[in-house]
């Protein structure tokens, strides 16, 4: 039994591992031997040319590069032992620029690159050889990089002869060049912003997966088990194997999605109607059951098997049980929480799920790793009362009004129009400010009895609640609600808006989401080409937070108008719709992902990207990042 469970936890860690999980990253390089001669001598140097074509943005980094500079840089060696490297390696001019990624002056390709590599074949070698050449290169764009990358170039030749004067390193039993590059694979992919903000939402979310009322109970059985084992010397191993376990378990549903779901599984995930909709009954089922309405749990036979088995077992299998038992007892409340980070990874990014998942349950872990550790810390652990309760039922209301964004996403992907802004508005006015009534006393759920004084921390949590529903009351009108417009659906003309009529009267008129934008990209880019002006190419979705945060706080600002004033607008839904996967094609080859929100400017004679940007970001960088399209287009 114990080496069957070896076995399983080595399964599970190799299905983890980097390299399998890397495997479907995109690839936006393709070399091309070009010039090759035929018929070659055996100890003589000759030239062969590749030429390398680049997709998008990304730059391939120049073979001058220090390695110790940051990327690696791109590099030749012979993979097979029948010929050798002879000197280095020319490559067309590169350019210098600052790279933001290492904040080093870096030499780097984009769009195209040539090289020429010069190799001599082994003097013992005759006839027919084939030279199999290894490129070792790695791309960036200015916010990521993809891991370092392997490629073998293939060569056929004739070898009719041997030099009179041959190479000394390609005489009879010299090694092939090979490239040290060193064991560890490097990228900076995971420092750009975007990740961060996302492992910081998957790590709230598990902490607040704590708060739940089945969560809670977990603690006691966790040192219950524990405290059996205090004499071992090895109880820290253990809790350490014990909260890798509850890890592996949220993460291999992680691992499972993106497996299915290839390299968009997040971002198809989350606009996908069945799932937003699955989602959303999920969410108001729980939220139902946290309010009292009725109890969700899963069959006693299962739990109790589980910690049967958990308490009959010892070392690595108990533990395992034991691990697997806390996943399945707290799903019926985590399971929100795991929802919402999934819906999180519309950053297009096809192992978000598993990192969302490992920052989850890494947070959701942590206290039953400390009590495992430390069993006597439960005496001081907050004792079950009516404030886990009360967490309980708020816990419900904020289910439910998250419910509404994901029927939100099922009615923007589908068309209906059945869930307007306002409407969604108005439905998270009625929840928070109910929420707050309950927490003033003014009404109980069943089972319950009135209070009968309201304590200062209930009038605290309370006033949150209520505030916050003042303050949605002029987005019903109209108006603005900042970040939080990024969780509802886009304004439309057709929304009754007391603002956008004010302000129709005052003559300063009211843009929507969509006004002014075409949705045909060949069509703009003709219009554009005929004007004289570059394209600006918004690639969005129904379903992304940071596209409507963008489109409702960004692009109304006058100094932002001002240059898309300048420029032929176009926006791409990749998420949704008829074209989503055209769009979401046009998007990769321009850019090299299909992450949301990416924002293009093209000069539409040649459609080359004279600028690119992804992600949220401020008003001031958003702007600058439009003047420098407009300046590269101004001045070519």
């Given at each position: 039994?114990?080496?069957?469970?070896?076995?399983?936890?080595?399964?599970?860690?190799?299905?983890?591992?980097?390299?399998?999980?890397?495997?479907?990253?995109?690839?936006?390089?393709?070399?091309?031997?070009?010039?090759?001669?035929?018929?070659?001598?055996?100890?003589?140097?000759?030239?062969?040319?590749?030429?390398?074509?680049?997709?998008?943005?990304?730059?391939?980094?120049?073979?001058?590069?220090?390695?110790?500079?940051?990327?690696?840089?791109?590099?030749?060696?012979?993979?097979?032992?029948?010929?050798?490297?002879?000197?280095?390696?020319?490559?067309?001019?590169?350019?210098?620029?600052?790279?933001?990624?290492?904040?080093?002056?870096?030499?780097?390709?984009?769009?195209?690159?040539?090289?020429?590599?010069?190799?001599?074949?082994?003097?013992?070698?005759?006839?027919?050889?084939?030279?199999?050449?290894?490129?070792?290169?790695?791309?960036?764009?200015?916010?990521?990089?993809?891991?370092?990358?392997?490629?073998?170039?293939?060569?056929?030749?004739?070898?009719?002869?041997?030099?009179?004067?041959?190479?000394?390193?390609?005489?009879?039993?010299?090694?092939?060049?090979?490239?040290?590059?060193?064991?560890?694979?490097?990228?900076?992919?995971?420092?750009?912003?975007?990740?961060?903000?996302?492992?910081?939402?998957?790590?709230?979310?598990?902490?607040?997966?704590?708060?739940?009322?089945?969560?809670?109970?977990?603690?006691?059985?966790?040192?219950?088990?524990?405290?059996?084992?205090?004499?071992?010397?090895?109880?820290?191993?253990?809790?350490?194997?014990?909260?890798?376990?509850?890890?592996?378990?949220?993460?291999?549903?992680?691992?499972?999605?993106?497996?299915?779901?290839?390299?968009?599984?997040?971002?198809?995930?989350?606009?996908?109607?069945?799932?937003?909709?699955?989602?959303?009954?999920?969410?108001?089922?729980?939220?139902?059951?946290?309010?009292?309405?009725?109890?969700?749990?899963?069959?006693?036979?299962?739990?109790?098997?589980?910690?049967?088995?958990?308490?009959?077992?010892?070392?690595?299998l108990g533990i395992l049980f034991m691990a697997f038992t806390i996943a399945a007892v707290s799903?019926?409340?985590?399971?929100?929480?795991?929802?919402?980070?999934?819906?999180?990874?519309?950053?297009?990014?096809?192992?978000?799920?598993?990192?969302?998942?490992?920052?989850?349950?890494?947070?959701f872990s942590t206290p039953f790793v400390l009590f495992a550790m430390f069993p006597q810390w439960?005496?001081?652990?907050?004792?079950?009362?009516?404030?886990?309760?009360?967490?309980?039922?708020?816990?419900?209301?904020?289910?439910?009004?998250?419910?509404?964004?994901?029927?939100?996403?099922?009615?923007?992907?589908?068309?209906?129009?059945?869930?307007?802004?306002?409407?969604?508005?108005?439905?998270?006015?009625?929840?928070?400010?109910?929420?707050?009534?309950?927490?003033?006393?003014?009404?109980?759920?069943?089972?319950?009895?009135?209070?009968?004084?309201?304590?200062?921390?209930?009038?605290?949590?309370?006033?949150?609640?209520?505030?916050?529903?003042?303050?949605?009351?002029?987005?019903?009108?109209?108006?603005?609600?900042?970040?939080?417009?990024?969780?509802?659906?886009?304004?439309?003309?057709?929304?009754?808006?007391?603002?956008?009529?004010?302000?129709?009267?005052?003559?300063?008129?009211?843009?929507?989401?969509?006004?002014?934008?075409?949705?045909?990209?060949?069509?703009?880019?003709?219009?554009?080409?005929?004007?004289?002006?570059?394209?600006?190419?918004?690639?969005?979705?129904?379903?992304?937070t940071n596209c409507r945060a963008m489109e409702s706080n960004v692009f109304p600002l006058a100094?932002?108008?001002?240059?898309?004033?300048?420029?032929?607008?176009?926006?791409?839904?990749?998420?949704?719709?008829?074209?989503?996967?055209?769009?979401?094609?046009?998007?990769?080859?321009?850019?090299?992902?299909?992450?949301?929100?990416?924002?293009?400017?093209?000069?539409?004679?040649?459609?080359?990207?004279?600028?690119?940007?992804?992600?949220?970001?401020?008003?001031?960088?958003?702007?600058?990042?439009?003047?420098?399209?407009?300046?590269?287009?101004?001045?070519?």
């Amino acid at each position: 039994m114990k080496k069957n469970s070896t076995r399983l936890m080595g399964i599970i860690i190799l299905m983890l591992s980097p390299f399998f999980l890397f495997a479907q990253i995109p690839d936006p390089v393709k070399f091309e031997v070009v010039e090759a001669p035929e018929e070659v001598l055996a100890g003589e140097s000759f030239s062969i040319k590749i030429d390398a074509s680049i997709e998008g943005e990304w730059h391939l980094y120049s073979v001058l590069n220090d390695p110790d500079a940051g990327p690696y840089p791109t590099a030749f060696s012979a993979k097979s032992n029948n010929f050798i490297i002879a000197d280095e390696v020319n490559e067309s001019k590169a350019d210098i620029e600052f790279d933001p990624n290492f904040e080093a002056d870096l030499g780097w390709h984009t769009t195209f690159a040539n090289f020429e590599v010069p190799v001599a074949v082994k003097t013992e070698m005759t006839g027919t050889q084939t030279l199999d050449i290894e490129v070792f290169y790695q791309v960036c764009d200015d916010r990521v990089c993809l891991p370092p990358k392997r490629k073998s170039i293939i060569v056929t030749v004739d070898v009719i002869g041997v030099s009179e004067t041959p190479l000394e390193a390609a005489i009879g039993g010299a090694t092939s060049s090979t490239i040290d590059s060193g064991s560890a694979v490097k990228s900076s992919g995971l420092g750009d912003d975007g990740i961060f903000s996302f492992i910081w939402i998957a790590i709230l979310a598990g902490f607040a997966a704590l708060l739940t009322p089945c969560v809670f109970p977990m603690i006691p059985l966790t040192v219950s088990y524990f405290s059996k084992q205090s004499d071992d010397s090895k109880g820290v191993g253990k809790a350490l194997l014990f909260g890798f376990a509850i890890i592996i378990t949220f993460t291999l549903i992680g691992f499972v999605l993106a497996a299915i779901f290839g390299a968009s599984a997040a971002q198809n995930f989350a606009s996908d109607p069945f799932i937003n909709t699955f989602i959303a009954i999920v969410l108001v089922a729980f939220g139902l059951s946290l309010l009292g309405m009725y109890e969700l749990q899963l069959p006693h036979q299962f739990t109790n098997f589980l910690n049967r088995k958990s308490n009959e077992s010892s070392g690595v299998l108990g533990i395992l049980f034991m691990a697997f038992t806390i996943a399945a007892v707290s799903f019926s409340c985590t399971a929100p929480f795991v929802g919402a980070v999934f819906a999180a990874t519309a950053g297009g990014e096809w192992f978000y799920p598993i990192i969302g998942m490992i920052g989850f349950s890494a947070a959701f872990s942590t206290p039953f790793v400390l009590f495992a550790m430390f069993p006597q810390w439960l005496e001081s652990l907050p004792k079950s009362g009516s404030w886990m309760n009360i967490v309980k039922v708020l816990l419900g209301f904020i289910e439910l009004a998250a419910a509404i964004k994901f029927f939100s996403n099922v009615d923007l992907v589908l068309g209906w129009g059945l869930i307007s802004r306002p409407f969604a508005i108005a439905l998270w006015i009625a929840i928070f400010f109910i929420a707050g009534l309950y927490l003033l006393g003014v009404f109980v759920l069943k089972h319950e009895k009135k209070p009968e004084y309201i304590s200062t921390g209930r009038l605290l949590l309370a006033m949150p609640f209520l505030l916050f529903s003042f303050y949605l009351i002029p987005g019903l009108m109209g108006a603005s609600l900042g970040i939080w417009d990024s969780w509802l659906p886009p304004k439309m003309q057709t929304d009754v808006s007391v603002v956008g009529t004010i302000a129709a009267m005052g003559g300063t008129g009211s843009v929507s989401a969509d006004d002014g934008w075409e949705s045909d990209y060949e069509a703009a880019i003709e219009e554009a080409r005929s004007e004289g002006v570059p394209v600006f190419i918004d690639f969005t979705g129904y379903t992304c937070t940071n596209c409507r945060a963008m489109e409702s706080n960004v692009f109304p600002l006058a100094e932002v108008r001002e240059r898309f004033n300048q420029m032929k607008l176009v926006k791409l839904y990749t998420d949704g719709g008829a074209d989503a996967q055209k769009n979401q094609q046009i998007q990769f080859q321009l850019t090299g992902n299909v992450a949301l929100p990416t924002y293009v400017i093209l000069d539409p004679s040649n459609k080359q990207v004279m600028a690119q940007e992804l992600g949220y970001m401020a008003s001031e960088k958003f702007v600058s990042f439009l003047d420098k399209g407009l300046n590269s287009f101004n001045s070519k």
